[in-house]
């Protein structure tokens, strides 16, 4: 591949799993759960297909998170304000050990979840939602700062 198109790949794979793994959660909480409740009532059913559709939309979180992951720190090592895993010797180095820090932690949110049976609307959800968010964020200032 070219020098130019090695990179553009990459960072259309590294968006294409944030809007995946960010949008999921969104639509998620925004859209399907008021929809179940609405459709099905508090308890039982709502349950069962409730817990069916989260067991699908944590493996699309993992997956995008796991991509994230691969696809950034591929990013990372292209620039020469990098310096490493975990350093902070510049702005753009600490806004990516930050993002680092918060991909780790959604990966064992995710992770926890897929091993237990949570509320799906409970607050596991809701932090899934806010790192997400966060790491779009600090990706928005990780660009600026390049």
Sequence with gaps: MSSIATPA???????????????GLLSFALATLPALSATLGAEGERQRVGQALWRRLRV???????GLLITGLLLARRSALWHGLGSVANPYSAVLTAKQVL?????????????????LAGPWLAVCIVLGVL???????AAQLD
């Design 60 to 66: 699309l979180a993992l997956v995008s998170l796991v």
């Design 9 to 23: 790949l990459l960072s259309w794979l590294h968006q294409l799993f944030a809007a995946a793994g960010v949008g």
């Design 135 to 141: 790491l779009l964020a600090l990706g928005a200032l």
């Design 103 to 119: 991909t780790v932690a959604a990966l064992a949110i995710t992770g926890v979840l897929s091993t237990r049976r949570a509320r």
